[in-house]
């Protein structure tokens, strides 16, 4: 069947949010992020395969490609049977119980995408954004996520409004924190991780009380600070002590 120029068109303007945010829709790729989509709850809007990518769809969802053709429309260095188009869900409203995981403008779709995967693993199923972060259906970070895109709820909102309003117990991650290692944490409440440079803004940390921090054991204390992601790992690990 092939590609037509309109397609083409509609999936080279999808790597940009003010298109993804018009069209509602946002690229997939690969076979194991595609099938985790295709069996979730999110809409696909078209499939591009090749003939030995096997799918249950409907033909009209289909467009067979050639190798040469996903190579093509394809952001990835070695492209894999298949990229999809799939319908941006409209946001949940926001749960207010369990742990909640705050990102306070994450710019790094790497760090997001992986934010998204701890997030399903450590059972955190509600993630909120600033309006600043990066976003969620950027095709690097639905790459990251590995499909846990699917499993999180993710809202894009006023972070500071929102720890304003919020009765649960509100902690920052900061170098001049407590140890966390020694703090008694809830089983609820939200832990807010910072900028990758700049970490947590000020209006924000004159907001909340509780600042907690991941200690440096090395000899030379030389290491400035963790990555983002690695940093929510350990933090989310020790978190779901509470719940052990």
């Given amino acids: 069947m092939g ?4 397609q083409l068109k509609l999936i080279t303007s999808l790597s940009q949010k003010k298109y993804r945010q018009k069209h509602q829709l946002f690229i997939a790729e690969g076979i194991k992020v595609v099938n985790e989509l295709l069996n979730s709850n999110f809409t696909v809007h078209t499939l591009f395969c090749t003939e030995d990518f096997e799918t249950l769809q409907p033909e009209d969802k289909i467009t067979r490609i050639s190798e040469s053709e996903l190579k093509k429309i394809s952001l990835l260095k070695t492209p894999n049977k298949v990229l999809a188009l ?31 995967r ?3 693993w450590f059972g955190v199923q509600q993630l909120i954004c600033s309006k600043e972060t990066v976003d969620c259906y950027n095709s690097k970070v639905v790459q990251a996520s590995m499909g846990s895109l699917t499993r999180v709820a993710i809202n894009y ?10 009765n649960l117990p509100t902690f920052i991650a900061d170098m001049d924190g407590e140890n966390v290692y020694k703090s008694i944490l809830p089983e609820e409440g939200v ?6 440079a700049n970490g947590v803004s000020e209006s924000i940390k004159k907001l909340v009380a509780h600042k907690i921090s991941i200690p440096r054991f090395g000899e030379t204390q030389a290491t400035e600070s963790l990555n983002v ?16």
Avoid: H, W
């Fill in 3 to 6: 590609i037509s120029k309109n």
């Fill in 86 to 116: 799939f319908e941006i869900p409209e946001e949940k409203s926001i749960e207010n119980s369990g742990l909640i995981i705050a990102l306070d403008t994450i710019n790094d779709p790497g760090n997001l995408g992986t934010i998204i």
């Fill in 118 to 120: 701890l997030c399903d």
């Fill in 157 to 166: 909102i006023d972070i500071y409004q929102y720890l304003k309003d919020t």
């Fill in 191 to 196: 832990l807010i991780m910072g900028n990758e």
């Fill in 229 to 244: 992601a690695t940093a929510t790992a350990i933090l989310l690990s020790e978190f779901s002590r509470a719940k052990v």
